[in-house]
């Protein structure tokens, strides 16, 4: 199992280019999510997904669309990318289902973006 | 929303030496989970622990839902360990965890 895979690893945007990071589980996990690190911080929510054609919005998420098409993929668009995006990306699934069994949190390897 | 605050927010260790690890909530949660972040950016799982007292070689974790904190134990630190320690607590809304998270503890253990 390859687990959470985000890609890229790395990416510089200029201001107002827009770009897709994507995210791929292999586990099956209904809960798919997104979140910030910006320095000295936690993890900030920005958008989740319970499941396929299932979204909504965390804690921070002006400046982002995503979309839930496949169990698997849970990319997440920038728009029109701003300085204050540059910050580091997780993407994390886990287990979940309404009765609220749950599993932990798995995490991607982070994309590291730079808007300039 | 929910407050998740961890302390103390830097640690500087002797190699060798053990330490406590705090994670406070404001709130109920349905669960509760330790995270490592290595110097290389990864972050690595270490409990996932709503309630009672779980262990993982020299590291280990309790958390009393009822007073709402959590602890994280390391013994016999190793050079290995540093890096930042999330805490992040799991509220079920809607269908679905959303997760909060503390702002880290910054552990140096020094050789």
């Known amino acids: 199992n390859a687990g959470v895979t985000q890609t890229p690893k790395f990416q510089v945007l200029k201001t107002g280019q827009s770009m897709t990071l994507q995210c791929a589980q292999d586990?099956?996990?209904?809960?798919m999510s997104w979140y910030r690190q910006d320095p000295g911080m936690g993890l900030r929510l920005i958008h989740y997904?319970?499941?396929?054609?299932?979204?909504d919005q965390g804690e921070v998420p002006n400046g982002y669309n995503v979309s839930r098409s496949t169990t698997e993929d849970f990319p997440l668009r920038l728009l029109s990318a701003a300085p204050s995006q540059t910050s580091v990306y997780f993407c994390?699934?886990?287990?979940?289902?309404?009765?609220?069994?749950?599993?932990?949190?798995?995490f991607g390897n982070g994309t590291r973006l730079t808007v300039t | 929303g929910i407050q998740v605050e961890q302390s103390p927010p830097d640690l500087i260790l002797q190699e060798g030496a053990n330490s406590t690890l705090r994670c406070n909530f404001s709130?109920?949660?349905?669960?509760l989970q330790w995270f490592h972040q290595n110097p290389w950016g990864q972050l690595i799982n270490l409990f996932y622990?709503?309630?009672?007292?779980k262990q993982n070689g020299r590291l280990s974790a309790t958390t009393v839902a009822t007073e709402r904190y959590s602890l994280l134990y390391i013994s016999s630190s190793q050079t290995t360990d540093s890096g930042v320690y999330f805490c992040?607590?799991?509220?079920?809304w809607g269908f679905g965890n959303v997760l909060h998270c503390g702002s880290g503890t910054q552990v140096i253990v020094l050789p």
């Open positions: 992040a607590v799991l509220t079920f």
């Open positions: 997904s319970v499941g396929a054609g299932i979204t």
């Open positions: 994390a699934s886990s287990y979940s289902n309404m009765g609220g069994v749950t599993s932990p949190l798995h």
């Open positions: 709130d109920s949660v349905n669960n």
């Open positions: 586990m099956n996990h209904e809960y």
């Open positions: 622990i709503p309630s009672g007292t």
